[in-house]
């Protein structure tokens, strides 16, 4: 009978436990929903507060490398409908080191139904207080090559 309870004890333990893995992809699957759904709040709680919010841009030949407000991010999200903003991923690499992780996923981005461009972006997440947070977010974006 003692086996069968230690047995079971493990089993459900293993099967709500989960990996540092899906975790920081929680937290970012989170932020995109917040984004989607207008949840300003979630949005933020995505994010540490020393975030660094950036993109990578090209003109005329030359990569321009653009500082991103997140405080002017959040409150542009704050003023769009509910599924405007549609940002869809696919998770490629996601390293975890400890408490700190990145991770790589291309993406195809929708405004209001409409696609404007593809790119991918690259996370750096940190354990803070038992919780994932990111720490820096910089992305590209182009209207070519989106396949």
Known sequence: MKF?????TFISFNSFAQT???NVRETINKMFFGMKNVDTEMLKNSFADSVI??????????????NENMDEFI???GTQ????????I???????????????????FYYNGKFTHCGVNSFQLVLMNGKWKIQ?????RRKEGCD
Request: hydrophobic share 45%.
């Open 81 to 88: 409908e509910k599924n405007a903003l549609d940002e869809q």
């Open 90 to 108: 696919t998770f490629g690499v996601v390293k975890v080191d400890g408490p700190l992780a990145i991770v790589w996923t291309p993406y195809k």
């Open 20 to 22: 540092a893995e899906e």
């Open 4 to 8: 069968v309870f230690i047995l079971l």
């Open 53 to 66: 919010f950036q993109t990578i841009q090209s003109k005329n030949g030359e990569v321009i490398i653009k």
């Open 136 to 140: 820096y977010l910089i992305d590209t």
């Open 75 to 77: 409150s542009f999200v």
